[in-house]
């Protein structure tokens, strides 16, 4: 609860308030969860414009409004440049400024994030620290998961959550930042004190137009960071020095600079790389220490998710043996390379690659293991980059023995448009398209044979599928297990 003119003057904007001070019991930005005492935040949207529910919120309790433009209601209206950004201010304040009170790592990037935070977890877990997580998958506050509905959610929906990780008794958290969020202003109010970059690879052309503009999105991370030298709380920039992104994100950013890499000099390497089925065996070397590191983690691509936290955990007082021993007991991340075993003869493996740079990367370290075939079951997003359809279908067709495309979540889009634009990168050459993906994911177990390896790519932990306006239940690893107990059962 706070007064709302002590709220506001953590805005410190041109705004000059000086009516009714009401008691502000929450903020909401949604009408439809306002309850009495609520400051109603109102917020144009991509799809309508909050500022038409102003009167709706009031309805439903609000005892003041916080507007770009002048809305008729009977509370008071406080008028203000950017709504979003001062949401995030407001947020921040009325939560107690919670990241002041967590050290807080924020990893982006455009594949690697949810793994990267899954380690830092880890690595966190084992140095006996209390853990929260954000990202695609759930939030999580130690063991506790709770569902979400963006990677990186809406600055309100983020105070409260590191809000909730204070009082928890949470020391370390570690969240998934994603190039929406950071260019509408989510993570306004973050005091980051690592942040960790992997890549930058084609994806959401779609929002940010031209890969210059997605890096720079990326790069506000590093920016933000903040431009102090303050020795009780240094700040650290975790860059990919494989990435030439990193160069202009070293110029953009004020905190102490720590590089990971593989093939360029970097102050966190790794070297002789044993990759095999079942997992990878290599050096890592610090600039004080050298030491081997076993993980059953798979591919080159995990190599650097494992260098990226590595670095944030080195840079956060842990140390290298810890770091060592946590990574060698993790199993996995949900969703991501993981394998649906019922004992059959050739392998299934399910993950979230839906990138041309992620579905290289996995389809070329299965490459390096498979005995025999390699399929691949592959769908494209609806309402999302189009330019990546055809390339993702190239790769497919490069990189697998058959190729299997399908569909993703094609929200509102045809389904059989979006493998168009998929089979457009592909013209004359061999691959299959079946449209159901349950029906794809069948045609490939029933048709692989002893030894092949069969990617289903996409979708990893997701366990819904959107067709149209309808979220119907949907998930890669229960289908493909069905199918494979039908063809058990069928010889
Ligand atoms: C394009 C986009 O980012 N949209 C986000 C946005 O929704 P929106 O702009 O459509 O909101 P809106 O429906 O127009 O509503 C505007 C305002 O009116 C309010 N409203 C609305 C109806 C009503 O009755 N009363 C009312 O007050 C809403 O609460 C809101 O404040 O605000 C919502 C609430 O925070 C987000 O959940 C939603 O993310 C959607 C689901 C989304 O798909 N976003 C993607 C693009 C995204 O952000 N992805 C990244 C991940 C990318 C990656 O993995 O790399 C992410 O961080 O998730
Ligand atoms: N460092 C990496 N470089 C390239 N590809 C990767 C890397 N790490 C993981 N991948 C591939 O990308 C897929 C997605 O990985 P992950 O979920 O960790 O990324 P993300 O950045 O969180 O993705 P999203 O933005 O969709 O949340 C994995 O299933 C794997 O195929
Ligand atoms: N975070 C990713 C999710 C893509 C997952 C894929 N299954 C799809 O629906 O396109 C995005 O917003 O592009
Ligand atoms: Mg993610």
Redesign the pocket.
């Known amino acids: 609860m706070m007064k709302l003119q002590t709220l506001l003057s953590y805005l410190h904007d041109f705004t000059i308030y000086s009516g009714e001070n009401p008691t502000i019991t929450s903020i909401e930005m949604d009408s439809r969860k306002v309850t009495k005492g609520a400051l109603f935040i109102c917020i144009k949207g991509f799809t309508v414009d909050g500022h038409a529910f102003a009167s709706q919120a009031v309805a439903n309790g609000a005892v003041a409004v916080i507007a770009e433009r002048p809305v008729d209601v009977p509370v008071p209206v406080v008028l203000v440049r950017d709504s979003k950004r001062a949401m995030a201010v407001l947020a921040d304040a009325f939560y107690g400024q919670p990241t002041h009170k967590l050290h807080l790592i924020g990893v982006t990037g455009t594949n690697g994030k949810t793994t990267t935070t899954h380690l830092i977890e880890q690595i966190f877990r084992k140095a006996e620290k209390k853990t929260g997580l954000i990202g695609?998958l759930y939030t999580k506050i130690g063991d506790e998961t709770y569902d979400v509905q963006n990677?990186t959610p809406e600055s309100l929906v983020l105070q409260q959550t590191f809000k909730q990780m204070v009082d928890a008794g949470v020391d370390v958290a570690m969240m998934e930042v994603?190039s929406h969020a950071l260019h509408m202003g989510r993570v306004h109010g973050c005091d980051y004190d690592v942040a960790v970059f992997t890549n930058l690879t084609q994806?959401?052309l779609d929002y940010h137009h031209t890969m210059e503009e997605y890096r720079l999105a990326k790069g506000l991370l590093f920016a933000q960071l903040g431009n102090r030298f303050d020795h009780t709380r240094p700040k650290f920039a975790i860059l990919n020095n494989d990435d030439s992104a990193s160069e202009q994100y070293k110029r953009m950013t004020a905190a102490t600079i720590i590089t990971y890499g593989i093939e360029t000099k970097s102050d966190i390497m790794a070297k002789a790389i044993d990759i095999t089925p079942s997992g990878m065996v290599f050096t890592i070397v610090t600039p004080t220490e050298e030491t081997q590191i076993q993980t059953k983690l798979i591919g080159r691509f995990n190599v650097y998710n494992i260098l990226a936290a590595t670095a944030a955990c080195l840079a956060s007082g842990v140390s290298l043996s810890t770091i060592v021993e946590a990574i060698g007991e993790i199993q996995g991340v949900p969703g991501r390379f993981e394998t649906v075993d019922e004992g059959q003869n050739f392998t299934v493996i399910v993950d979230?690659a839906?990138t041309p740079d992620s579905l290289e990367n996995v389809l070329k370290t299965i490459r390096q293991f498979a005995k025999r075939n390699i399929y691949v079951v592959v769908g494209?997003?609806?309402d999302?980059?189009r330019t990546k359809r055809p390339l993702m279908a190239k790769i497919a067709v490069q990189h697998a023995d058959v190729a299997i495309f399908t569909s993703?979540?094609p929200?509102s889009e045809q389904p059989e448009a979006i493998l168009q634009d998929m089979e457009d990168g592909v013209r004359g050459e061999s691959y299959v398209s079946i449209v159901d993906r349950k029906e794809a994911i069948r045609y490939a177990i029933q048709q692989a044979q002893a030894g092949d390896v069969i990617l289903i790519a996409?979708?990893?932990h997701?366990t819904y599928q959107?067709i149209g306006e309808q979220v119907l239940h949907f998930d890669d690893r229960l289908v493909a297990r069905e199918a494979i107990k039908e063809r058990e059962g069928s010889c």
């Open positions: 695609t990677t994603s994806d959401h979230y839906h494209c997003g609806g999302r980059d993703d979540n929200r996409g979708k990893g997701e959107i």
